[in-house]
């Protein structure tokens, strides 16, 4: 073998070696940057205020955490009024805490046999159940667990809930052009019931999703200009969202995050399905580079008459087929996140009225898997690329 022989092998060589360093730097630098903005990276090991409720009736003084923690650092309640102790107010065993004898946490009476129009609205099978409005539950009944853990991943939960192109208002925030960002959709994405988003609020005031992911999008992009328009209205449907889309073209959005369908159980899919691409269709008419984001809604309480689940698996698998056809758009399922939550929690935990809107933890977890699928398009760009 002669050295132009050798000296090629180990130009090959430094070649391989380069391309294999710069890849670990690039997955380390896309762990870093998701780690910077919200909890859903692979590697995060400590889950942040983690939701709980503590019932009677429903796995009586007994609640289950996402993971099983190595440590707990916090037990408090959602408004930061009072901490608990271990082994004073609860013990740990596994990845459920059960309270002591003694135990200061606050109780729920989750049933009731009679209705009440102010808590007990909505019946399941074994009786009414409790569902206030506001901040109520976060106030009296919501508790929070910090913990660290080892074994499971929080990233884990999002897998399969989100698809997207390469979005155009990615590369726009890239280049620090000026984005206008809009979401449009029903009281979840007003921020019903996040302790920080209605006209009463409680403590730590944090914001419903919306303002979560806009919040995101700055840390990422901080030489953007960005501004935030949120026209969602508590209640509403597709075919209110369609008669009201003027307003939102008015806003000419780069982005526009189409978030309905907790409220469209009476009607069809396909009136649902034609209801959004026709929101779409009508703001690209104006501007044909509006990126979009389609938010299938998490999952109500699966016991009662307003779940639907059938119906909705419907309105989700239609999203994601437009999503194919659609270019410059992307979609999200937080329901699937939301199911996979409530397999191993009550779902109770996870809901601000424990029907059909979401706590605190719950828009944390709307935000993460929001941006998850605005960034996915570009990762896998770059991916493909390199």
Known sequence: MD??????????????IVMYATAMLHAEEIG??????LQSVEDVKVMRDESVVFCKDLQPHAANLLFAPTKIITVQRANRSQVYKEGVDFI????????????RIPVLKYFSEARDDNVYRFKEPDGFIYSPGGVTKHNDYDIEVTYEYQNGNYADLFRGCARSDALTVCKKLAASKPVTICFFGDSITVGAQAS????????????GYPRLVFNALQKKYPDADMKYFNKAVGGKETTW???NMPAIVDTNPDLLVLAFGMNDGSKSSKAYLQNTREMVATVRKKNPDVSILLVAEFSPNPNLGLAKYTLRKENRDGL??????????????????????????KFCDLSGNNVNHPNDFLHQVYADAAFRALVLGERQKRATSN
């Open 320 to 345: 994601f087929a437009m999503q194919k056809e659609l270019k410059n758009c992307a979609v999200v399922d937080v329901g699937v996140v939301s199911r996979a939550m409530v397999e191993r929690k």
């Open 241 to 243: 969202g369609l008669s």
């Open 196 to 207: 920080g988003a209605l006209p009463v609020k409680a403590k730590p005031q944090r914001d």
């Open 32 to 37: 870093k940057e998701m780690k910077r903005n």
């Open 92 to 103: 740990l065993k596994g990845r459920t805490l059960t309270l002591t004898k003694g135990s």
């Open 3 to 16: 050295m132009r022989e050798m000296t090629g092998i180990k130009a090959t060589h430094i070649a391989i």
